[in-house]
């Protein structure tokens, strides 16, 4: 249903630098190949990030000294929002993955609230980042377990 290749999200960053819209089934690092698959790029655009196990860590979020320099994970947020602006989906998401560490999801805080996660508190981390958007960061797995087909369907 979804396929991800390397030049997905550069595509529709060279479309937009020429004011050209990209649809959101194309945009980002995940695009949808069936209709049911589309529902969810229209509602989140995903940015998705592999290694990086030392360039940074979400403590850069949270306690960077402002005279150092702009923290990866501010860029990815930045990056992710271009696409969703891009592609013109209601959220972001970006998904990542330390080198041999299982994957965790950042959202905005919107969407957080968008899909009414309030009664899952252990799941979660909430943080406000010194550079950045408020952000949610999850497992993946469990957000997929509480984040359901019918729960994006009501997005639309």
């Known amino acids: 249903m979804f396929w991800r290749t390397a030049g997905s999200g550069g595509r529709a960053t060279s479309r937009a630098k020429t004011r050209r819209r990209t649809n959101a089934a194309h945009a980002g690092d995940i695009g949808a190949l069936t209709p049911d698959a589309e529902v969810l790029t229209r509602v989140i655009t995903f940015e998705l990030k592999k290694g990086y196990h030392w360039e940074g860590s979400i403590h850069d979020l949270l306690d960077r000294n402002p005279n150092n320099a702009r923290p990866l994970y501010a860029d990815w947020f930045a990056q992710a929002e271009a696409s969703r602006k891009h592609a013109g989906a209601k959220y972001w998401a ?38 950045g958007p408020k952000v ?20 639309v």
Do not use: N, Q, W
Not at 120 to 128: C, K, L, N, Q, T
Not at 136 to 150: G, Q, T, Y
């Open 94 to 131: 970006v998904v990542h993955a330390r080198t041999r560490r299982k994957p965790l999801i950042t959202i905005p805080l919107e969407l957080f609230e968008a899909i009414d996660m309030d009664g899952e508190p252990s799941v979660y981390a909430g943080i406000r980042p010194v550079v």
């Open 136 to 155: 949610c960061i999850f497992p993946l797995a469990a957000f997929f377990a509480i984040c359901l087909p019918e729960t994006i369907r009501r997005l």
